[in-house]
């Protein structure tokens, strides 16, 4: 059976353990729109309890003034974007753990703007990751960049139990928006990651100017990599960038693409990440966690404004959808 064979998606049962091609993904963009969001609830509720979702927050320790040359991001060294580079110190790291806890996230995430971490930033991941531990129950991500065999084998010791590190986009169109490093070289600091034992978080950003047969490119080659968790970010425009006169993505394309990537990634953590709140708005929310989302990032992200997270936690309880444990969800 096809997985594009939209005759077999009554339950949505047929496409619980299939395999995608790119061409397939690209049909669903095709699909009418209501069809294909009952499909990925569908699929969403064969795998996951759709009334609940899992919460996390991010910390960058290195803000700003990196080499590398991503378009858009407003954190590289090369734009005459405003981040500028600004490190946080254990005691902050601990402080934001702790509040993260508070409103019941499971994991606290630890990112870098960075190519990839020197031994100054992997001594304070040491420190700080042994401090997080000591001090609060929470799960610890990181998110530093490419990294080498010493390193992956280095964080898996520490307790770091996921890593993020984003393919940004699809192999074939990553040249348009990245030229100081390749694809590949992504791709290799995830396959180490996954190899270690680490759980992989591994997503990208719609709407970079990427064609629709780009995004269901996207999707099957993250199929491919398998990764835990997919954070789902929508272009948010940043002054000083090469696409900061990038529109924004119509709320109807990125619904199709949450839910593109849901059937493609039947069993994988799929997560709100940056741009959501200007591409879709609280509607537009709501349709995504029924047509597929089941983690959310709460509070502000790296270099852009999120909202509070008492207003994602008000959103969830009017949805009756409670918090959940990320090893529940899992």
Same mark, same amino acid.
């Given at each position: 059976?096809?997985? $594009?064979? !939209?005759?077999?998606? *009554?339950?949505?049962? &047929?496409? +619980?353990? =299939? %395999?995608?091609?790119?061409?397939?993904? /690209?049909?669903?963009?095709?699909?009418?729109?209501?069809?294909?969001?009952?499909?990925?609830?569908?699929?969403?509720?064969?795998?996951?309890?759709?009334?609940?979702?899992?919460?996390?927050?991010?910390?960058?320790?290195?803000?700003?003034?990196?080499?590398?040359?991503?378009?858009?991001?407003?954190?590289?060294?090369?734009?005459?974007?405003?981040?500028?580079?600004?490190?946080?110190?254990? $005691?902050? !790291?601990?402080?934001? *753990?702790?509040?993260? &806890?508070? +409103?019941? =996230? %499971?994991?606290?995430?630890?990112?870098? /703007?960075?190519?990839?971490?020197?031994?100054?930033?992997?001594?304070?991941?040491?420190?700080?990751?042994?401090?997080?531990?000591?001090?609060?129950?929470?799960?610890?991500?990181?998110?530093?960049?490419?990294?080498?065999?010493?390193?992956?084998?280095?964080?898996?010791?520490?307790?770091?139990?996921?890593?993020?590190?984003?393919?940004?986009?699809?192999?074939?169109?990553?040249?348009?928006?990245?030229?100081?490093?390749?694809?590949?070289?992504?791709?290799?600091?995830?396959?180490?990651?996954?190899?270690?034992?680490?759980?992989?978080?591994?997503?990208?950003?719609?709407?970079?100017?990427?064609?629709?047969?780009?995004?269901?490119?996207?999707?099957?080659?993250?199929?491919?990599?398998?990764?835990?968790?997919?954070?789902?970010?929508?272009?948010?425009?940043?002054?000083?960038?090469?696409?900061?006169?990038?529109?924004?993505?119509?709320?109807?394309?990125?619904?199709?693409?949450?839910?593109?990537?849901?059937?493609?990634?039947?069993?994988?953590?799929?997560?709100?990440?940056?741009?959501?709140?200007?591409?879709?708005?609280?509607?537009?929310?709501?349709?995504?966690?029924?047509?597929?989302?089941?983690?959310?990032?709460?509070?502000?992200?790296?270099?852009?404004?999120?909202?509070?997270?008492?207003?994602?936690?008000?959103?969830?309880?009017?949805?009756?959808?409670?918090?959940?444990?990320?090893?529940?969800?899992?």
């Amino acid at each position: 059976m096809k997985p $594009a064979d !939209l005759n077999e998606c *009554a339950t949505g049962a &047929a496409d +619980t353990e =299939a %395999t995608w091609s790119a061409k397939e993904v /690209a049909a669903l963009f095709e699909t009418p729109f209501n069809d294909l969001i009952h499909r990925a609830h569908s699929v969403h509720r064969a795998h996951f309890d759709p009334n609940s979702v899992q919460l996390s927050t991010l910390l960058s320790v290195k803000t700003g003034g990196c080499p590398e040359d991503c378009h858009f991001c407003s954190q590289s060294g090369q734009f005459t974007s405003p981040v500028r580079a600004v490190w946080l110190d254990i $005691a902050e !790291l601990v402080q934001a *753990a702790k509040q993260t &806890a508070a +409103t019941g =996230a %499971t994991e606290f995430c630890i990112v870098a /703007a960075v190519r990839g971490p020197d031994e100054r930033l992997m001594q304070q991941m040491r420190e700080g990751v042994a401090a997080i531990r000591a001090a609060v129950d929470i799960n610890v991500a990181a998110s530093l960049g490419m990294l080498t065999a010493h390193q992956v084998d280095e964080l898996a010791a520490m307790g770091v139990h996921r890593y993020n590190h984003n393919l940004e986009t699809a192999r074939s169109f990553f040249p348009q928006v990245v030229t100081t490093h390749t694809w590949q070289e992504r791709w290799d600091t995830l396959r180490m990651v996954r190899d270690v034992g680490m759980e992989v978080c591994c997503g990208g950003i719609i709407g970079l100017g990427e064609s629709v047969e780009q995004r269901a490119e996207f999707a099957a080659q993250l199929a491919e990599l398998g990764p835990h968790e997919v954070p789902l970010n929508f272009l948010n425009p940043r002054p000083g960038t090469p696409l900061a006169e990038q529109g924004v993505l119509e709320a109807k394309d990125a619904l199709r693409a949450i839910a593109a990537f849901r059937l493609a990634l039947p069993r994988t953590i799929l997560r709100y990440a940056g741009g959501r709140e200007i591409t879709l708005g609280d509607l537009g929310t709501r349709e995504g966690l029924l047509g597929g989302v089941n983690a959310i990032i709460v509070g502000n992200y790296l270099t852009t404004l999120g909202r509070p997270a008492s207003q994602d936690l008000d959103l969830l309880a009017e949805l009756s959808m409670p918090v959940k444990a990320l090893s529940a969800t899992l």
